[in-house]
């Protein structure tokens, strides 16, 4: 079984440019995460999905971000205008409790911004 | 809020060795901690620890919870190079399903 997919896994723009980060949880997976990994902060959680609504976006830095869900298989985050303190790696992961080990998450292989 | 702290932040040592990681937490109505392994890419799941005193173990990595004192170690046996990795570790409480991670420990296992 495929694990979770994001797309892209490098990215490279300037400030202001608008950027958008995909996810493709595993299948059957009911829970979704966006969490952002930098040196200073570690890895952060920054909005979690359950059946594709938003449950908990306390971590969502600013304004500035945004995130969707619209069906079980995709979601999206989104920064719109970048800067470069936006510069760090996003992990997309997913779970479920409907089977066991709960509370695991299975993390995406990452996608790497780079805000110039 | 929740909080971990691992400690040591950094640990080199030689092929062969065996190493304790630690962790700490500060959880209101903990439910769980868990540790991942990183490499060059997306944290892995190694263990889920829910109950106290009770050793998970995996090959040559083992890992308790202490629920008491508010901790977990790591325990990683006849270290090899493979085993370098940052492993973090991350607990949740009941009531919401975000996991939060400590800073996680570097280590570095030298030929």
């Known amino acids: 079984d495929a694990g979770v997919i994001q797309s892209p896994r490098h990215e490279v723009t300037e400030m202001g440019q608008e950027v958008t980060l995909r996810c493709k949880p595993i299948?059957?997976?009911?829970?979704l995460f966006w969490y952002r990994q930098t040196m200073m902060r570690g890895l952060e959680l920054l909005i979690y999905?359950?059946?594709?609504?938003?449950?908990?976006d306390s971590g969502m830095p600013e304004d500035r971000f945004s995130a969707k869900m619209p069906n079980a298989s995709f979601s999206t985050l989104k920064i719109q205008p970048s800067e470069p303190r936006d510069s760090a790696v996003y992990f997309c992961a997913s779970s479920t409790r409907l089977a066991p080990p709960l509370d695991t998450q299975y993390f995406g292989p990452g996608t790497r911004l780079t805000v110039l | 809020e929740d909080k971990v702290v691992q400690s040591p932040l950094s640990l080199v040592v030689h092929e062969g060795d065996t190493v304790t990681l630690n962790c700490s937490y500060e959880?209101?109505?903990?439910?769980?901690l868990l540790w991942y392994k990183q490499e060059k890419k997306a944290p892995t799941f190694l263990f889920m620890l829910?109950?106290?005193?009770i050793e998970k173990k995996s090959g040559r990595l083992s890992s308790i919870l202490d629920k008491k004192e508010l901790f977990s170690i790591l325990n990683i046996t006849a270290t090899q190079t493979g085993d370098s990795a940052v492993y973090l570790c991350a607990v949740t409480h009941f009531g919401n399903e975000k996991l939060t991670f400590g800073t996680g420990t570097r280590l570095t296992i030298i030929p």
């Open positions: 999905f359950n059946n594709n609504v938003p449950i908990d």
């Open positions: 299948s059957g997976h009911d829970y």
């Open positions: 829910t109950s106290s005193g």
């Open positions: 959880v209101t109505n903990f439910r769980s």
